[in-house]
């Protein structure tokens, strides 16, 4: 893991002494939805492929129009890994910076501005790919205004959840699979504890777990619902996964 402190970062006392002008959202269909996000750390957990990505929606809590800007900072950053974005106005499509242009930049800031009045909505679009190692990532999005000033912020938690060979590593399993109120987890031997991560098939975390250095553990499992799942054990003390499977809840 590399870990990348950005050399400009924006103190949080600078955005704590404005009240708060904006309020960020996630997207359901087109439509802010949740509870607002600001100043916290958001979890997006990639796909077997290696591929993370959330879509903010970001509303005017003023009565005056915000000339909006965008600052992304890296605060961790995975070996092999990448990021690129599009930013702008919901109602057009985003202006989109590639990977090539992101990636190499600590910070990196659009030249793209835009007119957030409050009738309308801004729209942000991390997008990030693990392409050569499992580990996490975490960046930071503020938002500035006209004399570039922060005036919000969220961090993003990119987490990889890569698929491999549960033989590969160590002799753990999960079963029984499919399953329905619990499962348990079996492992030979481990010298550690591992975090267990159930994501869903959008990717969000339904359930996690620290499981003790111990060769069986049951996992009650009955407030989710039925359904495919990913479930994935991270070593926590070297931010790597070390077990991934399919779980299917019926």
């Known amino acids: 893991m590399k870990y990348i402190i950005s050399s400009v970062l924006i103190c949080f006392c600078t955005i704590l002494g404005y009240s708060q002008s904006l309020a960020i959202y996630k997207e359901y269909l087109g439509l802010p939805t949740g509870e607002d996000l600001s100043g916290t750390t958001v979890d997006v957990y990639c796909d077997g492929d290696g591929d993370c ?22 605060i961790v950053e995975a070996e092999g890994s990448e990021d690129y974005l599009s930013f702008g106005m919901l109602i057009d499509p985003s202006e989109s910076y590639s990977a090539g242009l992101v990636s190499p930049q600590n910070p990196f800031v659009p030249d793209l501005r835009v007119d957030l009045d409050t009738s309308s909505y801004g729209a942000l679009y991390p997008y990030y790919k693990i392409n050569t190692s499992i580990g996490c990532s975490q960046y930071r999005y503020y938002f500035t205004n006209e004399e570039g000033a922060a005036i919000d912020s969220v961090d993003v938690n990119f987490c990889s959840t ?33 975090q267990l991560l159930i994501t869903d098939i959008a990717g969000k975390v339904v359930y996690k777990q620290l499981i003790q250095n111990q060769l069986k553990t049951t996992i009650d ?22 077990f991934n499977t399919r779980l299917v809840l019926e």
């Open 221 to 242: 499992l009955s407030s989710l619902e039925k359904g495919m799942y990913s479930a994935t054990l991270f070593d926590p003390l070297q931010n790597e996964q070390i």
């Open 162 to 194: 890569l698929a491999i060979e549960e033989e590969a590593a160590y002799d753990i399993s999960i079963y029984p699979n499919p399953a329905q109120n619990q499962i348990t987890i079996e492992r030979e031997e481990f010298g550690t504890e591992a």
């Open 53 to 74: 990505y959330v879509l903010f929606i970001i509303e005017n809590l003023t009565d005056e129009t915000i000339n909006m800007g965008l600052e992304r900072h890296k």
